[in-house]
């Protein structure tokens, strides 16, 4: 007996389209191709642009910024509902989509084939990169957020480890590469960028852009790494305005 439903689109280069009359798997899949441009590309723009930029010009600056984002009001909630809850459903469901996806590269070797392979490793080794620099930096040791002053120093430790070094470069392309094509998957999905010769030139662009995050995050692990040796000054300007709370019997300042 013949179905009424119709088959699936073929997708040309190896990504399939979003679909109406999906039910939720229409819904989840347009909150996931959505959460990884705005919060969690958002969150990866800023913290390889401008924070971890800032380490560039030397510890100071990047006390500076690592106290400002710390002083942000309702930083918790911030953190909670703009970047940590994006994160796991955009990789959860980002798993799930690799589990039932049909990539194969050996059977059809086209470039858009290769660029879905890629985007779900990526995006995995992305994901355990975050999880993993997130708990060292803010949950093992000074909190970042509670010792600004002692941050710059606490990156520099960790990447004078050849071993964590490498997982940091590692870490940082994979996310680059994920959050830059990631966008000209956003934007063909939704639609907003139609016809082969449009989606080329973005293509272009979000390589370049790819490049741009790239190059700014391994120039900042170079700083970390080979230059400003020596710890911020005791006169940097950092001020904390939430309320003092005890830490090892000491008053936070």
């Given at each position: ?83 940590w ?42 994901f ?36 964590l ?62 230059r400003f ?25």
């Amino acid at each position: 007996m013949a179905s009424a439903s119709s088959p699936a689109p073929v997708a040309a280069h190896g990504v399939a389209p979003l679909r109406a009359g999906q039910g939720y798997s229409f819904i989840l899949r347009r909150l996931h191709s959505l959460s990884g441009i705005v919060p969690v590309g958002a969150f990866l723009f800023e913290h390889i642009l401008i924070s971890n930029s800032t380490a560039i010009t030397g510890p100071d600056a990047y006390a500076r910024q690592v106290s400002f984002l710390a002083n942000l009001p309702l930083v918790f909630f911030l953190e909670l509902f703009g970047i940590w809850l994006p994160i796991l459903f955009h990789a959860l469901y980002g798993f799930y989509i690799w589990y039932r996806g049909d990539g194969n590269t050996v059977a059809y070797p086209w470039s858009g084939n290769w660029m879905y392979t890629a985007q779900r490793w990526t995006g995995g080794i992305a994901f355990f990169y975050i999880v993993w620099h997130t708990y060292t930096m803010r949950f093992t040791g000074n909190d970042l957020h509670d010792n600004p002053a002692g941050s710059f120093a606490k990156v520099q430790a960790e990447v004078h480890n050849p071993w964590l070094l490498a997982f940091y470069v590692v870490g940082l392309i994979c996310a680059s590469w994920h959050f830059a094509y990631g966008i000209w998957l956003f934007a063909a999905k939704w639609g907003i960028v139609s016809g082969d010769k449009a989606q080329q030139r973005l293509l272009r662009v979000c390589l370049g852009f790819f490049m741009l995050l790239a190059v700014v995050g391994l120039v900042s692990l170079y700083t970390f790494r080979e230059r400003f040796q020596e710890p911020p000054s005791p006169a940097t300007n950092i001020v904390d305005t939430r309320p003092a709370t005890a830490t090892n019997g000491r008053p936070v300042q």
